[in-house]
């Protein structure tokens, strides 16, 4: 019943890997922090080049596009858009590589 | 002049070649590597690539190498105070003096430890 060799659902065979369907709240204040610290940055770009008078297109489409971790609705702080899910939503923690890519906004309406 | 002190904080295991690239080009190799650029477009643009790896400060000058490794070095956790004539240092003088004179020798240099 118990050990390393016990009969579970995932021990099994097949293909069950118990991944919650949401994060956890722990999960979730490292994720507003990890958004914090990009926002963080991106400041520190912004003002450093602001001061020496040059511009960067990359760094002005991300100020113009994407929110800061204040502004981000929670839902798209830990879900994200899936055109499979019911709801078209699954939780970020979906994503390859979560966190340490950028996913802060979803399509209009979604 | 001012510079980028950029910090690898997140591993790159996993990511796209042009990721590490630019970490490569940054000379970032490997986590809690500290580096320094100067404060330009180009710099900012390959910082923009990896935000969510690096921590970045601006600063006025980089450190050099052995600066960065002093700046990393903990407390010692003790510190050697020169002798002084303080009130603790006396009573332990006059405590082994008098210990010397009860043993019937009057010397008292050479006690302070």
Same mark, same amino acid.
Do not use: C
């Given at each position: 019943?118990?050990?390393?060799?016990?009969?579970?659902?995932?021990?099994?065979?097949?293909?069950?890997?118990?991944?919650?369907? /949401?994060?956890?709240? &722990?999960?979730?204040? $490292?994720?507003? %922090? @990890?958004? !914090?610290?990009?926002?963080?940055?991106?400041?520190?770009?912004?003002?450093?080049?602001?001061?020496?008078?040059?511009?960067?297109?990359?760094?002005?489409?991300?100020?113009?596009?994407?929110?800061?971790?204040?502004?981000?609705?929670? /839902?798209?702080?830990? &879900?994200?858009?899936? $055109?499979?899910? %019911? @709801?078209? !939503?699954?939780?970020?923690?979906?994503?390859?590589?979560?966190?340490?890519?950028?996913?802060?906004?979803?399509?209009?309406?979604? | 002049?001012?510079?980028?002190?950029?910090?690898?904080?997140?591993?790159?295991?996993?990511?796209?070649?042009?990721?590490?690239?630019?970490?490569?080009?940054?000379?970032?190799?490997?986590?809690?590597?500290?580096?320094?650029?100067?404060?330009?477009?180009?710099?900012?643009?390959?910082?923009?690539?990896?935000?969510?790896?690096?921590?970045?400060?601006?600063?006025?000058?980089?450190?050099?190498?052995?600066?960065?490794?002093?700046?990393?070095?903990?407390?010692?956790?003790?510190?050697?105070?020169?002798?002084?004539?303080?009130?603790?240092?006396?009573?332990?003088?006059?405590?082994?003096?008098?210990?010397?004179?009860?043993?019937?020798?009057?010397?008292?240099?050479?006690?302070?430890?």
């Amino acid at each position: 019943m118990f050990g390393p060799f016990r009969i579970t659902n995932v021990l099994n065979g097949g293909l069950l890997w118990k991944i919650p369907w /949401r994060l956890s709240p &722990t999960q979730k204040a $490292r994720q507003r %922090k @990890r958004l !914090r610290a990009v926002d963080q940055v991106v400041e520190t770009l912004s003002n450093a080049l602001a001061k020496k008078g040059e511009t960067l297109k990359s760094l002005e489409r991300w100020k113009a596009e994407m929110p800061t971790e204040a502004q981000m609705l929670p /839902r798209d702080k830990y &879900t994200m858009f899936d $055109r499979k899910a %019911k @709801r078209y !939503r699954k939780g970020i923690h979906k994503l390859p590589k979560w966190t340490r890519v950028s996913q802060r906004i979803n399509p209009p309406g979604y | 002049m001012s510079y980028f002190r950029i910090t690898l904080h997140r591993s790159a295991i996993g990511l796209p070649k042009r990721t590490r690239g630019v970490l490569a080009a940054l000379g970032l190799h490997r986590r809690a590597q500290v580096v320094f650029h100067p404060v330009s477009a180009q710099f900012a643009g390959m910082i923009m690539k990896v935000k969510e790896l690096v921590r970045i400060e601006e600063v006025e000058r980089p450190m050099t190498k052995r600066e960065l490794h002093e700046s990393r070095r903990p407390e010692p956790g003790f510190w050697v105070e020169t002798p002084r004539a303080s009130s603790f240092g006396m009573r332990r003088v006059l405590a082994t003096g008098q210990q010397q004179q009860q043993q019937g020798e009057g010397q008292q240099e050479g006690v302070r430890l």
